[in-house]
């Protein structure tokens, strides 16, 4: 069974630095065709791709947050970590990572995580 | 970046009724089309990729076709788990979705 959970704090101070870390099972991100990527959605809003990484460390990031954003990922801790740098209240969402296996489904997120929400308030 | 539309962005349908929901992509983006469907507080869930190839356990009432610029997600027979609020993800280029579709009991 695959799963992926996001964790990291629900609470930010505009400017500071937002670090979330994706935990899976059930897949290893060393397959060829993997990868893992971020997505968020605001109250109510639609959803918005972050970033990418994928298997052979292929990073892609959103062109308008790339400045911001980095991606990584740990392959023995079957972890993948987004940061955010200087967080605004717009940023405030529900942070979502899901698995992309391309070889078979292209970029499309096959299986989501649970979300976690992230509000950024002084 | 590619701009996917939807339309409509929400309407009210019956149980039983076959709805369609399209989705227009900015520039061609081939079959490289995802549909997704959210539930309220719930993360979204992959139904169609390829624009066409059902995900695995999808019911066979949900259906996508289209090709280049111009996409549908047809519900063939609605149900009321099926009420919920549905996305396109266009994957050609880097990812973009759609503003989003909501489908509310009538």
């Known amino acids: 069974q695959i799963t992926l959970k996001e964790s990291g704090p629900t609470l930010v101070k505009p400017t500071q630095t937002l670090t979330l870390t994706c935990t899976f099972s059930?897949?290893?991100?060393?397959?060829?065709?993997?990868?893992v990527g971020w997505i968020r959605q605001p109250p109510g809003k639609a959803l918005e791709w972050l970033a990418l990484?994928?298997?052979?460390?292929?990073?892609r990031y959103s062109p308008s947050l790339k400045s911001r954003l980095t991606i990584t990922k740990d392959t023995s801790k079957n972890q993948v970590v987004l940061t955010m740098t200087n967080m605004d209240p717009v940023d405030t969402a529900t942070y979502y990572c899901?698995?992309?296996?391309?070889?078979?489904?292209?970029?499309?997120?096959?299986?989501w995580g649970q979300g976690t929400m992230v509000t950024v308030s002084s | 970046a590619i701009r996917m539309t939807q339309s409509p962005s929400s309407f009210s349908a019956s149980t039983g009724d076959r709805v369609t929901i399209t989705c227009r992509a900015s520039?061609?983006?081939?079959?490289?089309l995802a549909w997704y469907q959210q539930k309220p507080g719930k993360a979204p869930k992959l139904l169609i990729y390829?624009?066409?190839t059902l995900q695995s356990g999808v019911p066979s009432r949900f259906s996508g076709s289209g090709s280049g610029t111009d996409f549908t997600l047809t519900i063939s027979c609605l149900q009321s788990e099926d009420f919920a609020t549905y996305y396109c993800?266009?994957?050609?280029?880097?990812?973009?979705f759609g503003q989003g579709t909501k489908v509310e009991i009538k």
């Open positions: 993800q266009q994957y050609y280029s880097y990812p973009t």
């Open positions: 990484i994928y298997w052979d460390d292929d990073k």
């Open positions: 059930g897949f290893s991100l060393s397959t060829s065709g993997v990868g």
């Open positions: 520039q061609g983006i081939s079959s490289y």
């Open positions: 390829a624009a066409s």
């Open positions: 899901a698995l992309i296996v391309a070889t078979r489904k292209g970029d499309a997120f096959d299986i």
